[in-house]
């Protein structure tokens, strides 16, 4: 998501492990299927679980999202992606929630596949250069896998 301006010691090197797509849940008890293809219009008039206002996450999310043209009716404020969930589960709102965030997800959501919704969050390791060695790497490497694997829902194809 946002970068936050934050600036690393020459010292330390940043390595990619991969990317934590974000995705559309709903409450299950607004009736709409697992899966369920829908355009953003279509979520438009819905509410919403936002983050707070002025964060770096949720201009990130508000630029997005005036780009397809939704802007949501915004029931709450979390910046807890577990309460987001739980609210969500409650039938507060919609929310966009990062894949690692539901690995252990609430029955009470179904995840859509919005095709003008994309955002992904990047996840990097901070090395200490003089440290970095074959171990490290294989760790890193390992770790790099392990966040591959933990993809819940994979994108219909061709949108990946």
Do not use: K
Request: proline share 6%; with cysteine.
């Amino acid at each position: 998501m946002g970068q936050g301006g934050l600036a690393w010691p020459s010292t330390i090197s940043r390595q990619w492990l991969g990317d934590d797509d974000f995705r559309v849940v709903l409450p299950r008890s607004w009736g709409i299927r697992e899966g369920s293809a829908i355009s953003a219009e279509q979520l438009s008039d819905m509410p919403w679980i936002m983050h707070h206002p002025g964060t770096p996450d949720a201009l990130v999310i508000e630029r997005l999202f005036a780009g397809c043209n939704l802007h949501p009716h915004v029931a709450a404020y979390c910046d807890d992606f577990n309460a987001s969930l739980e609210m969500a589960a409650a039938g507060l709102g919609a929310a966009l929630v990062p894949e690692l965030a539901m690995l252990n997800r609430h029955d009470g959501v179904v995840l859509l596949d919005v095709p003008e919704i994309r955002l992904a969050r990047s996840i990097f390791a901070l090395v200490i250069n003089e440290r970095e060695n074959p171990r490290v790497r294989l760790f890193l490497d390992q770790l790099a896998e392990i966040l591959r694997s933990q993809s819940i829902a994979p994108r219909t194809a061709g949108n990946a």
